[in-house]
């Protein structure tokens, strides 16, 4: 996928806990959680598993699709 | 020469006992921890059994060990409870644990042994020779740099990154992930001396639990099968929603949240590669029935430690002289875990309706012992029906 798309998902920081579950659960290793903050990288492919996992719904794809 | 023989990437359990291990054994061992401290922040329900400490060398102190309970109960779906008194439980319940103690303990051990123990520095990638690992990357209050070793252990728990980064496959399917909220509840008035799970579909593909940390606090928690969930948040929303419906529950007030996954999966193919170990979680050693993990990492751990001391005295960090360690841990404890994921696999299959004729049956016929197998075989006697799906591990 493009740089570009990446821009659009969203980590609410108010609701993040830190605590990984998006990162182990991603099946292409595109979130890091290496200095306690979320970071995506390029390897993201949208299959939108992190935003099911999150415990507390801090991750959405911006315009909300 | 390299500065260290292992580096150990996380200090949860399964960290500092490989640590302790590799240390006793005279390996020149750094365990780093990306977090500021040790323990903190708590994921984990922290209810163990105690049967196992004394094999792995755990001395518990006071502080490690919130309270004590008597047994578990498990309830049904419509609020009927089956009690696994100690009695017949043996030593598989037992303890409620403060994991911020608790953690501290065993990474105390791994200094007393020997270990070099740095905070807030993370694991960023590995270093590498060709196709051997000859380190470790490290980023640490905003600097990076290369820390040499003979072998990188990754005990980064469930987001671990030093598997993928040496092509280990971690990765799990949906239906092997369970998503997870607590509270730890304050001014409750639940059963202190037992530890509960309640099953169904109010945590579809998981279960509740409520562990007691004293006469009027415990850990409510929940996990859902990732398969099972829909919408963002769901989890929580499912937690909030049970706490409200339960009387004993409803006027708590929390005094922590935590958040998490736990992989409730099968085996996996491999955990060492050339010069890097997984141990814990990373390497996928949670009981997939109950998504406990400390006693399995803390038994591999031993283990993984033991194997790194040789490997050290022989130098010799190649994947086959770590298949030792491969070898090991299957040896002990990857029946139980295959045994366990079929076992899930089927559980989450049952409606509330069976659940209830299920700890109906297993008040009317008892069970001496607290394993899926016994629960099963107790089943079988009076109700076959019920658990004809389960016939292979009859």
Known sequence: MAKDDLDEFDVDITKCMHCGACVGSCPV????????????????????????????????????? | M???????????????MTAKWAAKGGAKVLMIEKRQEIGSPVRCGEGISRSWLDSVGIKLDAKSVAWQVKGAKIVSPNGTKFTLSEKMAGNEVGLVLDRVFFDKLLARDAVKAGADLQLKVSAVGLLRSGNKVTGVKVRSFGETKDIKCGCVVGADGYESQVGRWADIN????????????????????????????????????????????????????????????????EVKKYLDKYIQG?????????????????????????????????????????????????????????????????????????????????????????????????????????????????????????????SAFAILKAIEKRHPDLVKDFQEFL
Do not use: H
């Not at chain 2, 606090?217 to 859902?224: D, E």
């Open chain 1, 29 to 65: 290793n595109a979130i890091y959680l290496n200095e306690v903050v979320l970071e995506f990288n390029d390897n993201c492919n949208m299959c939108k598993r992190c935003i099911k996992v999150c415990p507390v719904g801090a991750i959405k794809i911006a315009g909300g699709r």
């Open chain 2, 246 to 370: 339960d009387p004993r529950l409803k006027k708590g007030k929390a005094l922590e949240m935590v958040s998490g996954a736990v992989s409730i999966c099968a085996p996996i193919d491999k955990t060492v590669a050339d010069g890097v170990l997984l141990v814990g979680d990373s390497a996928r050693q949670i009981d997939p029935i109950t998504g406990g993990g400390i006693a399995n990492s803390c038994k591999a751990a031993k283990i993984a430690g033991e194997v790194l001391a040789k490997a050290v005295k022989e130098r010799n960090f190649s994947e086959k002289s770590l298949q030792r360690y491969e070898k090991g841990w299957r040896d002990i404890l990857e029946n139980g875990l295959y045994r366990n994921w079929m076992a899930k696999e089927k559980l989450v299959t049952l409606s509330d309706d069976t659940l209830n004729k299920v700890i109906n049956t297993l008040n009317e016929v008892g069970v001496e012992k607290m």
């Open chain 2, 2 to 16: 390299p500065e260290y023989d292992v580096v150990v990437v996380g200090a949860g359990p399964a960290g500092s």
């Open chain 2, 170 to 233: 971690t990765s799990l399917a949906p239906r092997d992930i369970t998503s997870c909220f607590q509270y730890r509840l304050t001014n409750i008035d639940i059963d202190y001396d037992y530890c509960e799970f309640i099953l169904g579909a109010k945590a579809p593909g998981g279960y509740i639990w409520i562990f007691p940390k004293n006469q009027d606090t415990a850990n409510v928690g929940l996990g859902i099968q990732l398969t099972k969930l829909k919408d963002p948040a």
